[in-house]
Every structure is written in C-alpha cells, then in structure tokens.
C-alpha cells in the first residue's frame, strides 16, 4: 500500500538524517519524499540554529538543504577527527606580532564566506605594522605591505577589492587587495578604537571611533572628511555599528557604567549642516556591554547593559524617524529582557519565521543568553 506524499513526510520528521537517507534508497517514491527542502531545512536548524546556504559557494553545487546539511556534517566530522578531506587547515605563518584581524577578500566576505572555492584569499593585519595577504588553501602568502606603525584594526572594503587599516597613531589607510598597493591616507590624530564601512546611494563612507570619544566620518576613496562629533568624553569609541538600511549608526563606550549609547541619523554624518548638530538620541539603557542590529531587520538594536540592581538586561530597539513640519525625531520604542545568571540553551524545534539571537554578555560570563527574535516583536 503506497502513502500519500503528504502522509510520508509526516512520517520522515520523526526519521534521523541516517535514517532519512536509508529511506530515500528504497523506491523512487521515498527518495522524491525524502528529498523535500522542508525536512533538511528542519534537521539543519535543530541542529545548527544559524544557516546560510550561500557558503556552498560554487555555483555547480546545488543550493539545498539537504547539500548543506551533508557538506557541513562532513566537515565538522573531519575537524572533529583532525583529518584533511573537504576542508583546508594551513598555517599562516609570516608575522612576528600579534594578528589584530583577519578579513576576507577574493572569493568571499565575511558573512558569506565561500567554503569550497579554490580561490578564497584573507588579508590580516598585525602589531609588527604589516598587512598581509594569503592563499586560504595553500598558506602561500600573495604581497605584503611595507612595515609601519602597528596596526589595530582592519576591515574589508564591501564595494571594492580593497581593505581599510588603522594603526596605534590614528592614521587610516586603504590598501588594494589584488596588490598590496597603498591606496589613500587619513590621521584622526587620536588612537582609533573602532571602524565601520558602509554605503548610502552608492556613496562610499567610513566612520570611525577614537580612544577620546569622538566620531569621525570619512567619504569616498580619497578619504575626505565629512564630519566629525563627540559621543563620549574622555572614553573610547569601541561600539560602533550601522544598520542594515544604514540610516542609522549606533555608537557607545563599554567602559563606563554611567554612559548611554547614541543613536546618530547618518545623513547628519554624510551631509552635517553647517547650522545643525547631528540629529542624535540617547539609547537609556546605560552601562552598554555588547549591542548588535538584528541583520534581518531594517533598524532594530540589541543591546546588553547594566540594570540599577546590577543585573544584566536585554533591550530590544526599533529605530524610527518623525518628522513634522518644523522638526525631525528619532524614535525608539523597546522591549527589556533580563539576562539571568545560567540561562537554558536551547534550538527552536522547528526554525520557521524565527530568527535566533545569541549574545554573550562578557567573555568571562557563565550564562549566554539565547531568545528568540520574531518579526515585529521579541
């Protein structure tokens, strides 16, 4: 007696992936079922709870579930052992000082890196003042910059084949990924603490946070300086975020329990008026320790922070404008989450229509907290 399609996938949920595969080898029938996006999509994010098909990378691969669940047990599996076999495990050695980041260039980017390309380069920066780049699959080291200042940050340039430095004096520079080639120069005059590229109306600006509060923002290739604000008296930039939609720029201090970060409009950043501060609004939720914007969603903020019973919290923000006439507001409704002590760890049983945010409070912190983030409400 032969099951209805519907009937046998209902079935298969209850089937492991080996079972599942043992299943899709009996008749034509099973296999078609077996094979159904839905069931592989469900065993990936009970298991994994983070995704991203694009990291099969080669475009011979067909983008399923089913691929991704099987490439990526396979590898893990493999690095579990300490074998070789469908990944690559090389040592880049070249630097005498400490790596201060690693980015990728060619063939990938830091959210989607490609896996199984054969072509997939990084670039890393180091405290012996150079900036290096290699082959991921060989460790042969392409070019390497000339030695300078040790450096503190790097970042990858998303529109162009290019990467941004920044070392202990403040000096910015932007570097061609294809040659090692200087590129543009800029000095904050202060030691800079943090860095965020992004673009608006494909006009190419980069912000940066420096050790004595301020915010600095640069435009287009040569690295003009468009603007400039304090955020922070006397205390390191060292939060500094764009959101997805990029009209808003969240920046904070994690050093001092009595500061609030800011939400900053970034058209007043990348066109200031000479008559107007910035359009800015302080996030309450003082003593931030970690914040992020929800990737999935155009403006929403999350953020750990100090509570007055000095337990932890987490905030939720959905950032608007209002305008009238006569003036523009930023808006900000939010929900509070306490952050317990041990929380449970857990997958979503079934991982459709939810996204899953995972913080870490402090690198030294017992708990992380899981909750699950819905579309238009925690």
């Given at each position: 007696m032969e099951?209805?399609d519907?009937?046998?996938i209902?079935?298969?949920?209850?089937l492991?992936?080996?079972?599942?595969?043992?299943a899709s080898?009996v008749?034509?029938?099973?296999?078609?079922?077996?094979?159904?996006p839905?069931?592989?999509r469900?065993?990936?994010l009970?298991r994994?709870s983070?995704c991203?098909l694009?990291?099969?990378?080669?475009?011979?691969?067909?983008?399923?579930w089913?691929?991704?669940?099987?490439?990526?047990?396979?590898?893990?599996?493999?690095m579990?052992?300490?074998?070789?076999?469908?990944y690559?495990?090389?040592?880049?050695?070249?630097?005498t000082?400490r790596?201060?980041?690693?980015?990728?260039?060619?063939g990938?980017s830091?959210?989607?890196?490609?896996l199984?390309?054969?072509s997939s380069?990084v670039?890393?920066?180091?405290?012996d003042g150079?900036?290096?780049?290699?082959?991921?699959?060989?460790g042969?080291?392409l070019?390497c910059?000339?030695?300078?200042?040790?450096?503190?940050?790097?970042?990858?340039?998303?529109?162009?084949d290019a990467?941004i430095?920044?070392d202990?004096?403040?000096?910015?520079?932007?570097?061609?990924?294809?040659?090692?080639?200087?590129?543009?120069?800029?000095?904050t005059?202060?030691?800079?603490?943090?860095?965020?590229?992004?673009?608006v109306?494909?006009?190419?600006?980069?912000?940066?946070?420096t050790?004595?509060?301020?915010?600095?923002?640069?435009?287009?290739?040569a690295?003009?300086?468009?603007?400039?604000?304090?955020?922070c008296?006397?205390?390191k930039?060292?939060i500094?975020?764009?959101?997805?939609?990029?009209?808003?720029?969240?920046?904070?201090?994690?050093?001092?329990?009595?500061?609030?970060?800011?939400?900053?409009?970034?058209?007043s950043?990348?066109c200031?008026?000479?008559?107007?501060e910035?359009l800015?609004?302080?996030v309450?939720?003082?003593?931030c320790q970690a914040?992020?914007?929800?990737p999935?969603?155009a403006?929403?903020?999350?953020?750990?922070?100090?509570r007055?019973?000095?337990?932890?919290?987490?905030?939720?923000?959905?950032?608007?404008?209002?305008?009238?006439?006569?003036k523009?507001?930023?808006?900000?409704?939010?929900v509070?989450q306490?952050?317990?002590?041990?929380?449970?760890?857990?997958h979503p049983?079934?991982?459709?229509?939810?996204?899953?945010?995972?913080v870490?409070?402090r690198?030294a912190?017992?708990?992380v907290?899981?909750?699950?983030?819905?579309?238009?409400?925690l």
């Open positions: 099951l209805i519907d009937c046998l209902s079935v298969f949920t209850f492991t992936e080996e079972d599942l595969l043992s080898a008749c034509k029938g099973w296999n078609q079922a077996a094979d159904t839905w069931l592989w469900r065993l990936c009970q994994w983070f991203n694009s990291v099969l990378g080669n475009e011979n691969i067909t983008h399923s089913k691929t991704y669940f099987l490439r990526r047990c396979h590898l893990e599996s493999k579990t052992t300490g074998r070789s076999g469908g690559s495990c090389r040592s880049l050695r070249g630097h000082g790596v201060v980041g690693l980015v990728y260039l060619r990938s830091a959210q989607n890196p490609d199984f390309t054969s380069t670039c890393s920066a180091s405290t150079t900036v290096r780049a290699w082959n991921v699959h060989n042969e080291l070019w910059t000339p030695v300078q200042s040790p450096l503190t940050h790097i970042i990858r340039d998303e529109q162009s990467v430095t920044a202990s004096r403040g000096i910015i520079k932007t570097w061609q990924a294809g040659t090692g080639q200087e590129g543009a120069s800029y000095s005059g202060h030691p800079v603490s943090a860095l965020v590229q992004y673009s109306d494909k006009e190419w600006f980069l912000t940066i946070g050790h004595l509060g301020s915010v600095c923002t640069l435009a287009d290739s690295l003009t300086k468009k603007s400039s604000i304090k955020v008296d006397s205390f930039v060292n500094l975020l764009a959101s997805p939609d990029k009209k808003w720029i969240a920046a904070g201090t994690k050093d001092n329990d009595d500061l609030s970060p800011k939400l900053i409009y970034t058209e950043l990348t200031p008026s000479e008559d107007e910035p800015s609004r302080v309450p939720v003082p003593g914040a992020v914007f929800v999935t969603q403006a929403r903020l999350a953020i750990v922070h100090n007055v019973d000095s337990h932890k919290a987490l905030s939720v923000f959905d950032v608007s404008m209002r305008k009238t006439k006569y523009s507001d930023i808006q900000t409704g939010g509070l306490p952050v317990r002590d041990r929380p449970a760890l857990g049983s079934g991982g459709q229509g939810q996204q899953l945010l995972l870490g409070v690198p912190a017992v708990g907290l899981c909750e699950r983030i819905r579309t238009g409400s």
